[in-house]
């Protein structure tokens, strides 16, 4: 089962409060704002500043 809907509709980045966008392969939340992805372990974000991925923008 993967991060329900609802569960999206209210998560904000917890560094900046910006919205976060579900990766394509549901493997994290990431927020552009920040350039930071928060991984998804057995389908639970983890929402930790410190265990956040940082992004490289390159892309965007």
């Known amino acids: 089962m993967a991060v329900s809907k ?3 509709d209210i998560l904000v980045c917890p560094k900046c409060k910006h ?3 579900l990766e394509k392969d549901g493997s994290g939340l990431v927020c552009h704002t920040c350039s930071l992805k928060f991984p ?3 389908d639970i974000p983890v929402m930790l500043i410190d ?3 940082k992004l490289n923008e390159q892309s965007t």
């Open 40 to 42: 998804i372990v057995d």
């Open 51 to 53: 265990e956040a991925i």
């Open 19 to 21: 919205d976060l966008e």
């Open 6 to 8: 609802e569960l999206l």
